[in-house]
């Protein structure tokens, strides 16, 4: 098999192509043929410090954390699948690779209607939005939902679920193409955050729940901006850890405030949100109800460049890697 490794901390230029053994398949587990695999902001943490997550060396090797492809053998203890079924799936890493042997229970099957690439879109961000918004905050039918980043795959794709599923939604963008692009769609009430202050301009919306990747001084503005009882729920905080937040805010307004990583999750929690999924979001994905939105392609050996563009953060929706046969 092939794979692209992280040769060393650092920029895009240290991820190379290299070759490996197949491993040994596990009793619950799929061996699948990799078709497409997802592009994700972790892999750019991982790719910066591949030591971070400690655990299977492999991991921190080879990043990539969502796949498509063929199954090719089954697990003697696996009766969901069978050889040939096409899935999609949530990984722990190794992602960027040809072959990859995984938990049967993180797998789903590419909804109908979608190719591997649309599929290898989807894992992340939903199982993401499912745990956070759904499972963590339990946001409910006609509450207000703000999602920081909207044009990401998190944010796209949580948007649309919350429309879905009867939720109002609001989001922040940086450019006027990323404001054009959720108001073509109706994603939601949206703002560029470079040109108007998100506090205040939704100051006189209800908003029960804020998902967050930013952190620092947005922090505080989140807890300005929530509903009584709300819920901040924190996913990354590419601005500061560190912020510096008013309690009396948390304390009078009875918030919230959380947060969580998805990568160390175990998969019996990763199973249960993919149960949560298939139940659904699937329907709604094969309704078309819900759609993935792909940017931008790149071959597996390319995958340097495809981390270029997510450093860049000119991207709307996801970025995917597509592997040869």
């Known amino acids: 098999m092939k794979a692209v490794v992280i040769t060393k901390a650092g920029g895009p230029e240290v991820l190379e192509i290299k070759e490996f053994t197949s491993k040994e398949l596990g009793r619950e587990q799929v061996r699948i043929a990799v078709k497409a695999a997802g592009v994700n902001r972790s892999d750019i943490l991982t790719r910066e410090n591949p030591d971070a997550y400690g655990g299977d060396a492999e991991?921190?090797?080879i990043p990539g954390l969502e796949v498509a492809g063929v199954i090719t053998e089954i697990g003697s203890e696996v009766t969901a699948y069978t050889v040939g079924d096409h899935i999609c799936a949530l990984v722990p890493g190794g992602g960027y690779s040809t072959e990859l042997c995984i938990d049967a229970r993180v797998c789903l099957p590419v909804?109908?209607?979608?190719?591997?690439?649309?599929?290898?879109?989807?894992?992340?961000?939903?199982?993401?939005?499912?745990f956070n918004i759904f499972q963590q905050a339990h946001i409910k039918k006609e509450e207000g939902l703000l999602i920081h980043g909207g044009t990401s795959g998190i944010g796209v794709m949580g948007l649309q679920?919350?429309?879905?599923?009867?939720?109002?939604?609001?989001?922040?963008?940086?450019?006027?193409?990323?404001l054009d692009f959720i108001k073509e769609n109706n994603f939601g009430k949206v703002i560029n955050y470079k040109e108007t202050d998100f506090e205040r301009e939704f100051k006189d919306e209800k908003i029960d729940v804020i998902l967050d990747m930013v952190?620092?001084?947005?922090?505080?503005?989140?807890?300005?901006?929530?509903?009584?009882?709300?819920?901040?729920?924190?996913?990354?905080?590419?601005?500061?850890l560190s912020p510096t937040i008013n309690l009396w805010?948390?304390?009078?307004?009875?918030?919230?405030?959380?947060?969580?990583?998805?990568?160390?999750?175990?998969?019996?929690?990763?199973?249960?949100?993919a149960s949560d999924l298939l139940e659904y979001v699937?329907?709604?994905?094969?309704?078309?109800?819900?759609?993935?939105?792909?940017?931008?392609?790149?071959?597996?050996?390319?995958?340097?460049?495809?981390?270029?563009l997510m450093d860049?953060?000119?991207?709307i929706g996801k970025i995917v890697l597509t592997i040869d046969d």
């Open 59 to 61: 991991v921190a090797t």
């Open 111 to 130: 909804p109908k209607g979608l190719d591997f690439v649309e599929a290898a879109s989807l894992p992340e961000v939903l199982f993401t939005v499912w």
């Open 161 to 178: 679920v919350a429309q879905a599923l009867g939720i109002h939604t609001f989001t922040t963008v940086g450019s006027q193409e990323k």
């Open 215 to 240: 952190g620092g001084d947005y922090t505080q503005k989140n807890l300005n901006l929530l509903a009584k009882n709300g819920r901040l729920q924190y996913i990354n905080g590419m601005k500061s």
């Open 249 to 273: 805010t948390i304390m009078s307004k009875q918030i919230k405030l959380s947060g969580s990583l998805l990568k160390p999750q175990s998969n019996e929690v990763k199973a249960e949100i």
């Open 282 to 308: 699937w329907p709604l994905i094969e309704e078309q109800r819900i759609k993935p939105i792909v940017y931008k392609t790149f071959r597996l050996q390319n995958a340097g460049e495809a981390h270029q």
């Open 312 to 315: 860049s953060s000119a991207h």
